[in-house]
Nanobody, 115 residues
Framework: QVHIVESGGGSVQPGGSLTLSCAAS????????MGWYRQPPGKRRELVAT???????TIRDSVKGRFTISRDNANNMVYLQMNSLKPEDTALYYC?????????WGQGTQVTVSS
């Protein structure tokens, strides 16, 4: 059984910052990839950023230079530092963990950017 728990969402004004955290626990064989996806209101889920166990990154173009993904391999945690937030970043943010034997998702944490 694998548990994925996200935290750190909230409401901020445009230009503000938030840091999302994700912890994966349970029986997890070698984690290959951890990342963040988001689903804006009325839209499909989309990739935000992913990081492999070796540190290779994939970053969505619209967040490059504003969002930073990082990972704690020893503790199966992944973080998303979000700066200069825009209203279009408003979404439900999901953590994703891919290992040799599973592909798991968290329940999501809401990020709302509004003045």
């Amino acid at each position: 059984q694998v548990h994925i728990v996200e935290s750190g969402g909230g409401s901020v004004q445009p230009g503000g910052s938030l840091t999302l955290s994700c912890a994966a626990s349970g029986t997890i064989r070698r984690v290959l990839l951890m990342g963040w996806y988001r689903q804006p209101p009325g839209k499909r889920r989309e990739l935000v950023a992913t990081i492999t166990s070796g540190g290779s990154l994939t970053i969505r173009d619209s967040v490059k230079g504003r969002f930073t993904i990082s990972r704690d391999n020893a503790n199966n945690m992944v973080y998303l530092q979000m700066n200069s937030l825009k209203p279009e970043d408003t979404a439900l943010y999901y953590c994703n963990v891919v290992s040799e034997t599973m592909n798991a998702w968290g329940q999501g944490t809401q990020v709302t950017v509004s003045s």
